[in-house]
């Protein structure tokens, strides 16, 4: 069996390290994700706004 697989070597310190480590990426995660919605609402907004300024005549790019 692989070593990384028997959890009767871990201690308590090592398994509370491991979770405050998934925690830390999680919240770093959720963080760029708020970020990314973000950016992904403000393109759709210009996009349709440049869509909208074609469709009336106006040259924008």
């Known amino acids: 069996m692989l070593p990384l697989l028997q959890l009767g070597s871990l201690s308590p ?3 509370l390290v491991g979770l405050l480590a998934i925690a830390v990426v999680l919240l770093v ?3 760029m994700m708020k970020v990314a919605w973000r950016l992904v609402i403000i393109a759709i907004i210009a996009v349709a706004v440049l ?3 074609g469709i009336l005549g ?3 790019l």
């Open 13 to 15: 310190p090592a398994i």
């Open 29 to 31: 995660g959720r963080l």
């Open 51 to 53: 869509w909208l300024l």
């Open 58 to 60: 106006f040259q924008v």
